[in-house]
């Protein structure tokens, strides 16, 4: 990078300093056009994350991103990202904005039309609110696949500061659709409009900017071509919204799932699945820590596998491997058991489910049958798990609401 360039980024970076100092924005504007002029999307990128690893709260960048955004507009606005492959993850989910952006700016025609009856205006809002509902869509695909990648890379920024601003947009979303039922009079709608409405389309807007202007360019920057390709395929299992995906994205995902294997393999001491890697050991824990107790039966109905949880309900011993299901119950149940496990493996039925109270304990146990990817039938899990204090719960604990 010439040493232009790094003036250009050190002089952004105070910008953005003092903006976080209270600088007015105007002042900021000014000089950034008599000092920088014009910089590019991974510039301001790499200076936000820059800002990040020298410690400052992604919280308080993101405060301050649509301040950001405004400061670097005119000169953002002057670059043309090229245009990709119909099946791109990129070009996907600009096609979805161009959608959005149809639907807000209806939204906005719409809150400006007076001579709509409350009932009627209430009801227009509604449907509008009830669409926008898709943005989950659009901004999980986001931060579930697109932001890991960037991470790889280091830049941990979008994860840390989009991601929130998304949740302020949900957040704004759902206040609104809240608050709908509530409204009486025309001073009330007023209210409403200026306090949720506005609001959230202004953010809905603005962070459609922010992806097409700062987060794409970067992204296209940052990432190989073997990342799009893995993260068209976990897109698809996403999914799209307000668009119908492109035939050439379809058929591509078809092709590359067909192309990968999905069966899991062993290197060394790895364990190799189609959804991450584990060691023996790690898996052994993770599935004895899991609150509930684990027995699989082979297609030869021959007891393989217990979870050793904790807290056992039922007793099981290593005896019980290599053991057939039929005599591991009771004469009384056995006849059940082997219904399942028949109906199980002529495809008739994928589970079962049972209830009893078990020394002042409600016990609740389902068998699956487990196939694979073609639905062949390789056995039956059998989960028994203690749900007395489940029944219990109530309203909502949020991770947010966590004190310790």
């Not at 979805?96 to 400006?112: C, D, V």
Request: hydrophobic residues 35%; proline residues 4%; glycine residues 6%.
């Amino acid at each position: 990078m010439s040493g232009n360039n790094h003036h250009k980024k050190a002089v952004v970076r105070d910008i953005i300093l003092q903006l976080h100092r209270d600088l007015p924005v105007e002042e900021a504007k000014k000089r950034f056009e008599e000092e920088v002029g014009n910089i590019s999307s991974i510039e301001i990128a790499e200076i936000e994350q820059s800002l990040i690893n020298d410690g400052m709260s992604p919280d308080e960048i993101k405060k301050f991103c649509n301040v950001h955004a405004l400061l670097f507009q005119s000169s953002l606005a002057q670059g043309d990202m090229k245009e990709e492959h119909p099946a791109h993850p990129v070009q996907l989910f600009r096609l979805e904005n161009r959608e959005i952006e149809k639907i807000t700016a209806s939204f906005k025609e719409m809150l400006e039309n007076a001579e709509l009856e409350p009932d009627e205006m209430k009801g227009k809002i509604r449907e509008f609110l009830l669409k926008l509902r898709g943005l989950d869509i659009h901004y999980t695909r986001k931060e579930q696949v697109l932001f890991p990648y960037l991470e790889k890379y280091g830049f941990i920024g979008p994860s840390k500061v989009m991601w929130g601003k998304d949740d302020e947009i949900r957040n704004l979303h759902k206040a609104s659709l809240a608050g709908l039922d509530a409204l009486g009079d025309r001073q009330q709608f007023l209210q409403y409009r200026e306090e949720l409405l506005n609001p959230l389309i202004e953010e809905i807007e603005g962070m459609i900017f922010k992806e097409e202007n700062i987060l794409f360019p970067t992204s296209l920057e940052k990432l190989a071509s073997e990342d799009w390709v893995e993260i068209l395929m976990a897109s698809d299992d996403v999914g799209y919204v307000f668009i119908r995906t492109p035939e050439e994205a379809g058929t591509l995902v078809k092709q590359l799932k067909n192309a990968v294997s999905e069966e899991p393999s062993l290197a060394g001491n790895i364990i190799n699945m189609p959804t991450g890697q584990l060691s023996p050991v790690e898996l052994t824990h993770m599935l004895n820590t899991l609150p509930l107790e684990i027995t699989f039966i082979d297609k030869d109905d021959t007891v393989k596998y217990f979870s050793d949880h904790a807290e056992r309900i039922f007793i099981r011993t290593k005896s019980v491997i290599g053991r057939k299901v039929h005599n591991c119950h009771p004469p009384q149940s056995v006849e059940h058991v082997e219904k399942i496990v028949t109906a199980f493996k002529e495809g008739r039925k994928d589970s079962a489910d049972f209830w009893l109270n078990f020394k002042g304990r409600l016990v609740y146990i389902k068998f699956y049958a487990v196939r694979d990817r073609e639905g062949k039938y390789l056995g039956t899990m059998e989960i028994t798990m203690d749900i007395t204090d489940l029944k219990k719960v109530e309203g909502e604990k949020r991770l947010l609401d966590e004190k310790d």
